[in-house]
């Protein structure tokens, strides 16, 4: 690994770690299982870029595009439960407890927020 890709890397860390220092257990639950079962595939930052993704077809959704976004909870907690099919996303209700689920969508919500104000705004008219 490249010395500025490590430094960005730790900066990117550092910078989730000041966002999660705020008091918020879900959050903090959240993050622990996203890097333990979901941060391979959908990556750190939940762009889709993990480790794994280069190898799967199709690639790992970014769950923090705007498409992700718009769905519901309901939807994403489904897809979180049963996976997806024919694709590579794993079913994880018999993995993780439904309030783990929660969690973990909690989280990819919270990356959203988190990373909104980098998204460049709409082209003017
Ligand atoms: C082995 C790789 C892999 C792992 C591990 C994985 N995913 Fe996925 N995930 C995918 C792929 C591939 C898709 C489907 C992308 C597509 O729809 O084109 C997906 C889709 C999703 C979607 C649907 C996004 C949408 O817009 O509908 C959600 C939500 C999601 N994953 C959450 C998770 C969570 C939470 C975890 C960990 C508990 C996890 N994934 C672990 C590969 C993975």
């Known amino acids: 690994m490249s010395h500025h890709l490590f430094l960005a890397l730790l900066l ?8 999660l220092a705020q008091p ?7 993050q622990a299982i996203y890097r ?6 959908h990556g750190s930052t939940g762009k889709g870029d993990g480790a ?4 799967l077809s199709p690639r790992p959704g970014n769950l923090i595009s705007a498409a992700t976004s718009a769905k519901t ?3 994403l907690l489904r897809t979180i439960a049963q996976g997806k099919p024919r694709t590579s996303m794993p079913a994880w ?3 993780l407890p ?3 689920q929660q969690a973990v969508l909690q989280y990819i919500r919270s990356l959203v927020r988190f990373t909104r ?4 705004p709409p082209p003017g008219p």
């Not at 990117?12 to 966002?19: A, E, F, H, R």
């Not at 918020?24 to 959240?30: C, I, N």
């Not at 333990?36 to 595939?41: A, F, K, L, S, T």
Request: glycine fraction near 10%; hydrophobic fraction near 30%.
């Open 12 to 19: 990117t860390m550092g910078g989730t770690g000041v966002l």
């Open 24 to 30: 918020s257990e879900p959050l903090d639950l959240g």
């Open 36 to 41: 333990q079962h979901c941060m391979e595939c």
């Open 52 to 55: 794994k993704a280069p190898f």
């Open 73 to 75: 909870d309901h939807e």
């Open 93 to 95: 209700q018999d993995v």
């Open 98 to 100: 439904a309030e783990d």
């Open 117 to 120: 104000p980098l998204t460049p």
